[in-house]
């Protein structure tokens, strides 16, 4: 009996032993799609996402928040009040998320590390980050890709003690690309079920 527990708990391990949250650098590592973009250029949000911040949200223009540098158009998305985190949340649980985030002007902070604290069902999840270049443009990247529904995810600047409109531009979200099992992995399982197989047969 203890034998069977232990070789299915092998059989386990394999096939959770690359779940997580995995930090990506562009936006191409999200995966091919599908996947939606919200770039804020209307009043209109894509279907599927969701922004709060404790004192409310607005629509921006990159001139007036980010040295008139985006990744695309004119527009973006802060505050309406300095410092605080801006949450996003997911109609349907998402395994790919991105966005550009900027305003790292230095006339308010000598520098920070941009976090985002992704949740899931059960709550945290984990929490990735950026340390700002402090060019007060948007076009620094931050994304992950998870083994993981994810319902919602928090971009803050710091500890949530940064002096700065937190800004955010072409936020992409969608499901995760399919991951392939690695050749270890394959084989410990073709091991682990090979021995359950023969103690069942011994068994009986």
Avoid: W
């Amino acid at each position: 009996m203890k034998k069977l527990a232990l070789l299915a708990a092998t059989a386990l391990l394999t096939t959770t032993a690359h779940a997580g949250i995995t930090q990506v650098f562009n936006v191409g590592a999200l995966g091919s799609g599908p996947l939606k973009v919200e770039n804020f250029e209307d009043g209109t949000f894509v279907s599927g996402i969701s922004f709060t911040a404790p004192n409310g949200i607005q629509r921006m223009s990159s001139s007036s928040a980010s040295g008139g540098v985006t990744t695309s158009g004119t527009m973006g998305l802060t505050t309406n009040m300095y410092g605080q985190a801006i949450t996003m949340n997911f109609s349907t649980p998402a395994s790919a998320i991105g966005l550009y985030f900027g305003n790292d002007d230095r006339c308010c902070s000598s520098g920070f590390t941009a976090y985002m604290d992704i949740f899931g069902t059960a709550g945290l999840l984990g929490t990735i980050g950026v340390a700002a270049n402090m060019n007060d443009y948007v076009d620094q990247f931050l994304g992950f890709t998870s083994d993981q529904d994810v319902t919602r995810v928090t971009l803050r600047y710091g500890s949530g003690n940064v002096g700065l409109y937190h800004f955010i531009d072409d936020v992409t979200f969608g499901a995760a690309p399919s991951k392939i099992p690695e050749p270890t992995t394959l084989s410990m399982m073709a091991v682990a079920l090979a021995g359950l197989g023969i103690a069942r047969r011994k068994k009986a």
